[in-house]
């Protein structure tokens, strides 16, 4: 049994949740009882990217500052060259941003590792890179970019992350062996 003392802590706890509970639900209430208003869309701030980019995974809110795509230009395969093209979107304006990339263990770099640091980068400008991977192992892995700005609210570090599934090669396809010759036919005799 429950000391008073703790019983009546208790019950000022659930009061409190029951509370805010209410409070949650009636905000929720509201905002569903105002009527639509037609508002025009606006364009994602993504409508400048081919259709085949996707999002890198952030490590924090960071997009809203700037965004990373990526997309794949094949499909990642055992010991062939995988070209990545990159787009960085930046959503405001910096007086420089350095981007350096970093592989696992699996996945080597062959070209492109860094880009910039490019100065006076304007707001929704697309910033194009391409950086070559060799796949040395099967798996997913993890290609890690760290972009580095210089704007209004200091020098800031961002991560972000690509993921790799690397698969192995396409074994080759069985060739249809050609058909036996059939016995030979006689000829026709001439009798």
Excluded: W
Aim: charged share 15%; net charge negative; proline share 11%.
């Amino acid at each position: 049994m429950l000391r008073p003392l703790a019983r009546a802590g208790l019950l000022v706890m659930l009061a409190s949740c029951s509370l805010l509970t209410a409070c949650e639900e009636a905000a929720q209430d509201e905002g569903a009882a105002k009527p639509a208003v037609n508002t025009p869309r606006k364009t994602p701030k993504t409508a400048h990217l081919a259709e085949n980019m996707v999002a890198a995974v952030a490590s924090e809110k960071s997009t809203a500052a700037l965004g990373l795509h990526f997309a794949l230009t094949k499909t990642p395969t055992l010991n062939q060259g995988l070209p990545v093209d990159i787009v960085i979107v930046p959503h405001q304006g910096f007086s420089s941003v350095a981007v350096h990339f970093f592989g696992q263990d699996g996945v080597t770099l062959i070209s492109g590792d860094s880009l910039g640091p490019l100065s006076e980068v304007t707001p929704e400008k697309p910033i194009k890179h391409q950086l070559v991977l060799m796949p040395v192992k099967e798996g997913i892995f993890m290609v890690n970019a760290t972009v580095e700005t210089i704007g209004s609210d200091g020098t800031l570090s961002r991560v972000y992350s690509i993921p790799i599934l690397v698969s192995p090669p396409a074994a080759p396809a069985a060739a249809v062996p050609a058909p036996a010759p059939g016995p030979a036919t006689p000829a026709p005799s001439t009798h």
